[in-house]
């Protein structure tokens, strides 16, 4: 075949490249001295026979050239002559090719790190099957938008929606493993029967739960983690049928899900909601409602818009499920129900600080690109006399800013494949250290992606910073720096022209990355130094679950035996219960204040506090001082006044 042939040809003049151009020679020499001998047979003298063919055959060197030309390959040869001519230049410049190397390997780690990070969080898809159907239901009301879903919610959703082909309910929560030697707690998450097909992945071992094994009155069935049957289990085949014991309470292990599926993230248990749809659904005045997550996936070809839309109309459904009591008092009155895609609500909160840490390195990177083009442009000024030989001999503007071009990616090279160590350096330490904005997203990854990007970035570095030098030198006026020979020639007033706004870009750049980092520093700052209103110095945390009991008087002797053995620790000063820890998150405690005495307000427009319960002690342990009247002791828990 005809290309199979050009493609062969060509390979073997860029690698046979000394066999090629003797045949060559040998060829021009054969056709030259046929012509000759032609000349000399119609009756020429040799001399003139050969300048007559030499001036009908062309000069030897031009034909060559034409030679090479045809062959198509010649901008490739061109590049690996360039590429050679640079190396040598930059061997006799070293200091220069180690402050590129240094200065780019740096900017490019850290580009290429922040790009892992958010390949990993905000590009990748979810490790499920059809991810970008998964939507996140949840309710919004008042001015803080809580993002949680109740009972009811889950249940209007599932039975009046038109575009979701399942929807789930799941609550996390912990669980006490006993029965074994050394009893540890467990993540847990109880989910609905539809749980697994929403999430689309089915059990390694076994099978997911039942929709009979859904409710108050099913059988006690856990399905379990990949980590955990390998880990806690040693990956047992036979594992299904088997008992485990959660809070003392026997769980018949039906499944065991594949490697990777980690929803929600760190589970280790999935039990069966045990919710009874006739008393949780039922909205009444003095109801409390269950809180729990809600996720649905959406049919094919139903876009994130039309689930906005479909949301909007169950709000004004769900909103008339609340008894008139509720809306006399303008509870829940501004109730909406919104659908975010799964990803998107998973990293909403750390979106923002990728998308901001990315420009902060991109304009380091471009601080960077703008030293280097100076550092070349000043580079161009002393070889300018060299360039306009080149020019002089016949070679094209264009061949000279390929060269120069050429000599900018023989300095980004080195500096990209550093920057690659650096980056994998700095994502194995961030993975291992993994800082607790970083604890609920999935682990860091290079892979070819990141590659292909990070070589991207490399060549769009060599052509930026390399760009201006090589227009500089193209512009070179060859008549000029002829004419100096022999004396000090300065760079050109357009080389000195783009030099000097290089230097303002920069330092406009500069100014700006100087102003973030300030305003960050200071927010650091305020937020290390910012008054507590309790000491934390020697003060130490920790969670306790009780096991067994269930009723309020169990786990209230439980807790309260717990703390007077505390108490008796030697080093104990003081110790106290409380429900959430300071600055944890309490919305499902969290209420509107209605001040006993006072005229009443409607509901929207009183105070909101969130709440957690304590015993007497708290106030003393964390050392707050009393503005005035009492704290609170064990006979105001005899008889409490309504909370509402």
Request: proline share 6%.
């Given at each position: ?8 040809m060509?390979?073997?003049s860029?690698?046979?490249?000394d ?6 020679d ?7 001295d046929?012509?000759?001998q ?9 001399a003139?026979?050969r300048y ?7 000069h ?5 050239e034409?030679c090479?030309?045809?062959r ?5 040869e ?6 050679r ?5 930059l ?7 180690f402050a590129a190397?240094?200065?780019l ?5 850290a580009?290429?790190?922040v790009?892992?990070m958010?390949?990993?969080i ?20 008042g ?11 889950y249940?209007?959703v599932?039975?009046?929606?038109h575009?979701?082909e ?5 609550m996390?929560?912990?669980?006490n ?6 009893p540890?707690?467990?993540d ?5 029967a539809s ?12 099978r ?12 006690l ?13 040693g ?11 959660l809070?003392r309470?026997p ?9 990777g ?14 919710m009874d749809?006739a008393?949780?659904r039922?909205?009444?005045a ?9 996720v649905?996936?959406r049919?094919?070809?139903v876009t994130?818009?039309q689930?906005?839309t479909e949301?909007?109309r169950?709000?004004?459904a769900?909103?008339a ?10 509870f829940r ?21 990728l998308?901001?840490?990315?420009g ?8 960077a690109?703008?030293n280097l ?18 020019l002089?001999?016949g070679s094209?503007r264009g061949?000279?800013?390929r060269?120069?071009l ?5 300095l ?6 550093a920057?690659?160590?650096i980056a994998w350096?700095?994502v194995r330490a961030?993975?291992?250290a993994?800082?607790?904005i ?7 990854a ?6 292909a990007?990070t ?11 390399g ?10 006026s060859?008549q000029?720096?002829?004419k100096s020979?022999g ?9 000195a022209r783009?030099?000097k706004?290089?230097?303002v870009?920069?330092?406009?750049v500069?100014?700006?990355?100087l102003?973030g980092?300030g305003l ?10 910012t008054?507590?209103?309790?000491r ?5 945390t ?12 169990g ?8 703390l007077?053995?505390v108490?008796?620790?030697p ?14 998150d309490?919305?499902?405690?969290a ?5 006993v005495?006072?005229?009443p307000i ?22 707050v001082?009393?503005?005035?009247g ?5 006979r105001?828990s ?7």
């Amino acid at each position: 075949m005809r290309w199979l042939d050009i493609v062969r040809m060509r390979l073997r003049s860029l690698f046979q490249r000394d066999s090629v151009e003797h045949e060559l020679d040998e060829e021009l020499r054969f056709h030259l001295d046929l012509q000759v001998q032609q000349n000399i047979a119609a009756g020429m003298k040799p001399a003139e026979a050969r300048y007559a063919a030499l001036r009908q055959f062309g000069h030897p060197t031009q034909r060559q050239e034409e030679c090479r030309d045809a062959r198509g390959t010649r901008m490739i040869e061109d590049f690996f002559e360039d590429l050679r001519y640079a190396l040598r230049g930059l061997r006799r410049d070293r200091f220069l090719a180690f402050a590129a190397t240094a200065t780019l390997a740096i900017c490019i780690g850290a580009n290429t790190t922040v790009f892992s990070m958010a390949d990993s969080i905000l590009i990748r898809p979810l490790p499920y099957p059809g991810a970008n159907h998964i939507d996140w239901i949840s309710e919004r009301s008042g001015p803080v938008q809580e993002d949680i879903a109740t009972a009811p919610d889950y249940y209007r959703v599932r039975e009046q929606n038109h575009i979701f082909e399942d929807v789930a309910a799941f609550m996390p929560s912990t669980a006490n493993r006993t029965g074994v030697e050394r009893p540890e707690q467990l993540d847990v998450a109880s989910v609905s029967a539809s749980f697994f097909r929403v999430m689309g992945t089915e059990p390694l071992v076994g099978r997911y739960l039942a929709r009979e094994e859904e409710g108050t009155k099913a059988p006690l069935v856990a399905v379990l983690s990949y980590a955990f049957w390998r880990n806690r289990l040693g990956s047992d085949p036979h594992i299904v049928g088997k008992a485990i014991a959660l809070d003392r309470r026997p769980h018949i292990i039906v499944g065991v899900m594949p490697q990777g599926f980690d929803f929600p993230r760190g589970t280790q248990i999935w039990m069966p909601l045990h919710m009874d749809e006739a008393s949780e659904r039922p909205i009444r005045a003095n109801t409390m409602f269950r809180i729990l997550d809600i996720v649905a996936r959406r049919r094919p070809h139903v876009t994130p818009q039309q689930a906005d839309t479909e949301m909007r109309r169950l709000t004004f459904a769900i909103r008339a499920d609340y008894p008139k009591v509720f809306a006399s008092r303008g509870f829940r009155s501004d109730l909406s129900i919104g659908a975010t895609p799964l990803q998107q609500h998973l990293t909403g909160q750390l979106r923002p600080a990728l998308m901001m840490l990315s420009g902060a390195v991109g304009l380091v990177l471009l601080i960077a690109c703008v030293n280097l083009a100076n550092l070349l442009l000043a580079r161009a000024g002393s070889r300018q006399r060299e360039l306009a030989v080149r020019l002089a001999l016949g070679s094209g503007r264009g061949r000279v800013i390929r060269q120069v071009l050429t000599e900018s990616l023989v300095l980004a090279l080195p500096g990209g494949l550093a920057g690659i160590a650096i980056a994998w350096i700095a994502v194995r330490a961030l993975n291992a250290a993994k800082p607790s904005i970083l604890v609920a997203y999935p682990a860091i990854a290079m892979d070819p992606r990141v590659l292909a990007f990070t070589a991207a970035l490399t060549l769009a570095t060599a052509i930026l910073f390399g760009m201006a030098p090589a227009l500089s030198a193209a512009g070179t006026s060859i008549q000029e720096v002829l004419k100096s020979a022999g004396r000090t020639h300065s760079i050109g007033r357009s080389a000195a022209r783009v030099r000097k706004l290089l230097v303002v870009a920069e330092l406009g750049v500069s100014l700006v990355l100087l102003i973030g980092a300030g305003l960050l520093a200071r927010s650091f700052l305020a937020l290390a130094h910012t008054e507590t209103g309790f000491r934390t110095d020697h003060l130490l945390t920790f969670r306790a679950t009780q096991v067994g009991s269930t009723s309020l008087e169990g786990r209230a002797r439980f807790y309260l035996k717990l703390l007077d053995e505390v108490k008796q620790i030697p080093l104990a000063r003081s110790a106290a219960l409380l429900s959430d820890m300071p600055f944890q998150d309490t919305y499902d405690r969290a209420g509107r204040v209605q001040v006993v005495g006072h005229e009443p307000i409607p509901f929207l427009q009183r105070p909101r506090a969130d709440n957690t319960v304590v015993s007497p002690e708290f106030f003393q342990t964390l050392e707050v001082p009393l503005r005035s009247g009492r704290v609170f002791d064990d006979r105001d828990s005899e008889n409490p006044p309504p909370w509402w």
